[in-house]
């Protein structure tokens, strides 16, 4: 089983390039999120969706574009990146958003530098 | 809104140590309490959870207890090893609040020393 994947897993950008971070899971799973983790912060939520053509925000989400055309893929984009985007990035899904006491499971990440 | 809080690390513990590992919760409803593991280099895992009030989760000699009347979840192991080094999250999920979000507190991490 892959689990979650996420592609790439380190990037640099100068300022005001873009780019899109890839998740996909083959778990079939309805719900999909991104964090971002910062030192002394914990991990926040930047967007999630709770099923295909669904996205809502979460508690950081300006900067950052999702979209979720399929079950498997729900890929982050960067439009214009800052230096304050420098962090490391997780992807992370689980069964459904109405069955909270699920597991949710993570990618490995990706270490994100903006210079 | 709804939050976790942690004790603030990092936690240095010699093997064979006793480990806790503070955490309170501030929800609204009835939240799902979990602890997540982060090894170095790879993303989270679920260590253990609870789901209602005084259930105990447990996995790899990790215990940790769901109090209502404390608002806690306090993450213990009577016996820590090297392998053990990692940061730990304290988190919550409730369906008014955080609407099925995961709320994570900040983090706490463990060195375990030979």
């Known amino acids: 089983n892959a689990g979650v994947t996420q592609t790439p897993k380190f990037q640099v950008l100068k300022t005001g390039q873009s780019m899109t971070l890839q998740c996909a899971q083959d778990?079939?799973?309805?719900?999909m999120s991104w964090y971002r983790q910062d030192p002394g912060m914990g991990l926040r939520l930047i967007h999630y969706s709770v099923g295909a053509g669904i996205t809502d925000q979460g508690e950081v989400p300006n900067g950052y574009n999702v979209s979720r055309s399929t079950t498997e893929d729900f890929p982050l984009r960067l439009l214009s990146a800052a230096p304050s985007q420098t962090s490391v990035y997780f992807c992370?899904?689980?069964?459904?958003?109405?069955?909270?006491?699920?597991?949710?499971?993570f990618g490995q990440g990706t270490r994100l530098t903006v210079v | 809104g709804d939050s976790v809080t942690q004790m603030e690390g990092p936690v240095t513990l010699s093997e064979e140590a006793f480990l806790t590992i503070n955490c309170t919760y501030t929800?609204?409803?009835?939240?799902?309490l979990f602890w997540y593991v982060q090894y170095p280099g790879e993303g989270l895992q679920l260590l253990l959870k609870a789901t209602k009030a005084d259930d105990k989760g447990s996995n790899k000699g990790f215990e940790a207890t769901y109090r209502k009347e404390t608002t806690s979840f306090h993450l213990e192991k009577g016996s820590v090893q090297v392998s053990d080094s990692a940061v730990y999250f304290c988190a919550l999920v409730t369906l008014e609040g955080s609407q099925g979000n995961l709320i994570f507190g900040k983090g706490t991490k463990l060195s375990v020393k030979p």
């Open positions: 992370a899904s689980s069964y459904s958003v109405n069955r909270p006491n699920t597991e949710a499971f």
């Open positions: 778990m079939n799973h309805e719900y």
């Open positions: 929800a609204t409803g009835y939240p799902s």
